[in-house]
């Protein structure tokens, strides 16, 4: 406790019980193991202090708060400090032997692209023989076994713990997704990071920052210097503010360090590109992902494994062969026409994914979307409008509406769709059943069509009225067309 209090500079309560020995750290009364710190952190309803008594009966033997919270607690030591949550990562590192010390810790944040750019790096890692750990919004990846993932990047004290866990398993490289939450809520603080990445900037999660403004400032605080090295997208008018003197570019649209050349596109949306890096290295790459955002994203994976000196041959096989779940991840049971899931669930993202079949489309293109409940409001006429204008036939239905009124969110959308003139749009429908959504979607498809079914991609559950029910993507539009073509 002592070594603890002294690393985050707080006030240890029992200065007779500074030997008391730490564990492990949860911020979860319910979780606690014997041994364990507890963080009780000051919340927007309850104080995580008003637990502390159930942390203590499971076996907690420490606790940290704020000044509020200490007055709650009975019979453990405690570390007090004016902004426990700013401090739990550094503590939690600490406790688990600074793991990110141990590891090259790859961390990719922005908009759109995250999770793709991730398993675009982590798959040319694995093509060099390093040993890999994934953490992201699809899925956690411990020496091969998969976990489901709760959050885009689990809480300070798990992230922690997860790392130490790899670096056991002989994990040389950790390739993470790093969302605006977990930098605000301060759940990366004690990661030291190998290489820090950016892809762009665009409307999202403005129910939890109060303006774009405020957005941007918290994905920069990835480049304030907890990053050796600092890999920026700067296509588009965010990036551009993240550059340094070190800093190394990428664009597909103006001069950078890394730059595309001789994009060609198949029928079936494979791409293919050269890549032109620093000193005149070029590398010609393959990529099976359609849109030219999935060039930009291997634009800056490539960046980041060059940088790091992973061989130009492993990253080619890597690219080559990534396959990326819920992202512009085909759907192909046979059928004359072509379907697509897609994780794409805010305005740029949704312009983006859909002006990309567009381009390889000889037919019409056929969308079903939905949005979140409980999330940013403003974003649903934006994207039933950025849909209507792509579309030739956009079907409105459920996403996860979560606590709220699906109808309310669904008039949200259709509101924007069709704010688009008739002359710019395609017809809009709306279904609110998202299996039927997707059932119709495949009933009007005829050859050369495209089908994408929009906003949820790797997800398998849909959460209604706080009840999570089994649903898939994937599986329902498998399902559609194979009974659309019996």
Request: proline share 5%.
């Amino acid at each position: 406790m002592s070594e603890l209090a002294t690393a985050v500079d707080a006030h240890l309560t029992a200065p007779d019980r500074a030997h008391v020995q730490v564990s492990g750290v949860t911020l979860r009364a319910q979780h606690v193991r014997p041994g364990d710190l507890f963080a009780a952190l000051p919340g927007t309803r309850v104080h995580g202090a008003d637990f502390a008594a159930q942390a203590v009966e499971h076996g907690a033997v420490a606790v940290l708060t704020d000044e509020e919270g200490a007055a709650k607690v009975h019979g453990v030591p405690v570390l007090v400090h004016p902004d426990p949550r700013a401090v739990l990562g550094q503590l939690a590192s600490g406790v688990y032997g600074d793991p990110s010390t141990k590891l090259a810790v790859w961390g990719v944040t922005g908009t759109s692209g995250k999770t793709t750019t991730s398993y675009m790096i982590e798959s040319a890692l694995v093509a060099a023989g390093r040993a890999t750990g994934l953490i992201g919004t699809v899925e956690t990846r411990v020496a091969g076994n998969r976990l489901d993932s709760a959050l885009t990047t689990p809480e300070a004290p798990d992230l922690q713990a997860l790392l130490a866990a790899m670096a056991e398993c002989g994990t040389t490289d950790v390739v993470m997704e790093v969302s605006s939450h977990a930098l605000r809520l301060g759940r990366v603080g004690g990661v030291g990071f190998a290489v820090g990445a950016f892809t762009n900037l665009s409307q999202d999660h403005l129910d939890f920052h109060p303006d774009m403004e405020d957005y941007f400032r918290t994905k920069a605080e990835l480049f304030d210097g907890r990053a050796r090295t600092e890999v920026v997208c700067v296509d588009g008018e965010w990036g551009p503010r993240l550059v340094k003197d070190a800093t190394v570019t990428v664009a597909t649209t103006k001069p950078a360090d890394w730059t595309a050349t001789d994009v060609t596109v198949s029928a079936t949306g494979e791409q293919a590109f050269t890549a032109h890096g620093p000193d005149g290295v070029t590398l010609d790459v393959e990529l099976s992902l359609p849109g030219d955002f999935n060039v930009a994203n291997a634009l800056l994976a490539i960046a980041c494994l060059h940088v790091r000196g992973i061989p130009l041959d492993a990253v080619r096989e890597g690219l080559r062969n990534v396959q990326v779940p819920g992202r512009m991840q085909r759907v192909d049971e046979g059928q004359d026409f072509t379907a697509v899931v897609d994780y794409s669930h805010k305005p740029a993202a949704v312009a983006l994914a859909l002006d990309a079949v567009r381009a390889r489309a000889t037919g019409r293109v056929i969308t079903v979307l939905g949005c979140g409940g409980d999330r940013d409001t403003a974003k649903r006429p934006l994207m039933g409008e950025e849909a209507a204008r792509r579309s030739d036939v956009l079907i409105v239905t459920d996403d996860n509406p979560r606590t709220e009124d699906p109808a309310r969110i669904r008039a949200a959308m259709l509101h924007g769709a069709l704010s688009v003139p008739e002359d710019e749009r395609g017809e809009v429908v709306e279904i609110g059943d998202r299996r039927r959504a997707i059932e119709h979607a495949v009933s009007l498809a005829r050859t050369g069509d495209v089908v994408v079914v929009a906003g949820k991609g790797h997800e398998t559950g849909q959460e209604v009225g706080g009840v999570v029910q089994p649903f898939s993507d994937v599986d329902a539009l498998t399902g559609a067309i194979r009974g659309a073509t019996r």
